[in-house]
């Protein structure tokens, strides 16, 4: 199997007994189908969803794209996952969804919530074009560590020239209360 490019190790999947016990029989009775759940569960996120096209999937297992349709025919069915499609019917991609019960990497008490955000994988070729070397580099942004501190550099930006927002209400004695005082 391919490794993803960017993902993430040592992170952390859990399982219940239970699960592993069905999950050994789905493996004698459907091979294919538990094989693509391992794959499913090694690239979920936190929520335990991820999102990929079936192609990138195939891809992923060094099977077919007709090997993995019957494959989540069989997790679907016998509620492994769930599939959400996101976007249209013909330009869309689903979300696979393991089932909670089944396998989890967050907190069991956080599991209860229904929404959930998804890792995306797409391959390359799914992308809209052939990756190219030949880009300029993207400008670098500085970034800072905890308890780094900005220190100013440079001449700076010169003083706004704008009036102040408030006026200040300046104390003051009329012309006719100067003169009686004088006088």
Known sequence: MPEIAGSVRGTWVQTERAAHEAWASLIGRQP?????????????????????????????????????KRALVVL??????????????????????????VAWADKRENQRYASFDARILVSEAEQAGPVRDDLPPLIHMPSMS?????MPHGEGLPPPTQPPLVEPDLPSIRREEQLDLLG
């Not at 905890?146 to 900005?150: N, Y």
């Open 32 to 68: 294919r189908a538990a094989a693509l759940l391992h794959l499913l569960v090694a690239n979920m996120d936190r929520s335990g969803a991820l999102v990929a096209s079936q192609a990138t999937l195939a891809t992923l297992m060094g099977a077919s794209v007709a090997t993995v």
């Open 76 to 101: 679907t069915t016998e509620n492994w996952v769930d599939v959400v499609r996101v976007g249209s019917e013909r330009g869309g991609v689903n979300a696979y969804v393991v089932n909670r019960r």
């Open 146 to 150: 905890p308890g780094d501190v900005q």
